[in-house]
């Protein structure tokens, strides 16, 4: 009898090791489901803030920490609504720029906004309305101090565009040096150390009417100390 059992056995196993749906090294059936990716939204009050799936849970909660300090800051009722989109892909977050520009009746292609992002090695962008961050620049990561002072800065250019809210051309030092400053108090109100920006590899002593506009012979730091300043 043990030998007509073991005999069924071995013929049991042979027929299953033939079978090349089961496989010793293919068992599909026992590995794991993928994740799905779930993009979530979140209310910061009248901040709507898209984060997309690749972002991880330390980066949403200092994300929606800090978007909330830069809140605290603002003059109360001076910022109606806006949105705000974190992603680590930049061909989503471009694609979520593109549409948003787009209905805003601005006329640009999803390709020229990814140069920008990449030619500029930009952390962060700011429209009226709308901040994009890109968690998936690798200087998010180079200093973690960087992420706060990008997030209060571009919240910042939020409440001067929504100030503004007019077609003429605003100095560019006075834009970024005013959302710099802004952004270095409230890192300071908060006891939180900041990034420092230095010119020890360049001079910047221009005057500020050569700081209007980004230009390739003046190097952009100058624009953001001299406009804080």
């Not at 196993?13 to 799905?36: D, K, Q, T, W, Y």
């Not at 200087?139 to 973690?144: T, Y």
């Amino acid at each position: 009898m043990k030998k007509i059992l073991l005999f069924a056995y071995l013929c049991v196993a042979l027929a299953v090791m033939r079978n090349e749906g089961f496989r010793v090294g293919s068992i599909h059936f026992l590995a794991p489901a993928p994740s799905a990716c779930n993009p979530q939204t979140v209310a910061v009050r009248q901040v709507v803030v898209h984060i997309d799936c690749g972002v991880s849970g330390s980066d949403q909660s200092q994300i929606i920490d800090f978007i909330g300090h830069a809140l605290d800051a603002m003059p109360r009722g001076a910022l109606p609504g806006a949105r705000v989109y974190a992603f680590t892909d930049l061909d989503q977050g471009t694609a979520a720029e593109h549409d948003f520009l787009q209905s805003e009746g601005y006329d640009i292609s999803a390709g020229q906004l990814e140069l920008a992002w990449l030619n500029n090695d930009y952390l962060g962008q700011a429209f009226q309305g709308a901040v994009f961050l890109y968690v998936g620049n690798s200087s998010w990561r180079r200093d973690p101090l960087l992420p706060p002072l990008t997030i209060l800065h571009e919240m910042h250019h939020l409440l001067q565009y929504q100030l503004l809210n007019s077609n003429r051309h605003v100095p560019l030092w006075l834009l970024e040096g005013g959302a710099d400053e802004f952004a270095l108090r409230e890192l300071s109100a908060l006891h939180i150390p900041a990034p420092s920006r230095t010119s020890s590899s360049y001079r910047c002593d221009y005057p500020l009417a050569d700081l209007d506009y980004e230009q390739e012979a003046l190097p952009l730091a100058c624009v953001y100390m001299e406009g804080a300043q």
